[in-house]
């Protein structure tokens, strides 16, 4: 049996643009996401702290050491820029592969979205 467990999430990271105008999506620091193990075009659950709207979307990826968090296309209507936010990915596995499995847990500096 395959069960759909936590596999990455970037822990409260600020949003640092939204754009109505792009095509969709949620634009991710590089850096953030290699250490979170997320590849762009994954699809991820956004988890909005300040107005407690859950959405998914698939990630793109930013510019190294930018500290990007952007919202694109119908998901900017989700956000504000200085919310802050938590990004899930989640994985499917065998049951007994779950047990111990380790998700990539990421919790980067809340004000400059960079790893410390």
């Known amino acids: 049996m395959l069960i759909q467990v ?15 105008n792009y095509i969709g999506s949620i634009t991710i ?16 659950q956004i988890v909005n702290i300040n107005n407690g709207e859950r959405f998914e979307t698939y990630v793109i990826k930013g510019d190294r050491n930018s500290g990007m968090i952007c919202l694109n296309g119908p998901a900017a209507r989700r956000v504000a820029v200085d919310d802050i936010i938590i990004i899930i990915g989640y994985g499917f596995m065998d049951f007994e592969e779950a047990k111990s499995f380790k998700p990539s847990l990421v919790f980067p500096n809340e004000k400059t979205n960079l790893l410390d």
Do not use: F, P, W, Y
């Open 6 to 20: 936590l596999k990455s999430k970037i822990h409260r990271v600020r949003v640092t643009q939204a754009d109505l």
């Open 29 to 44: 620091d590089q850096d953030l996401m290699e250490a979170a193990n997320l590849i762009e075009g994954e699809r991820v």
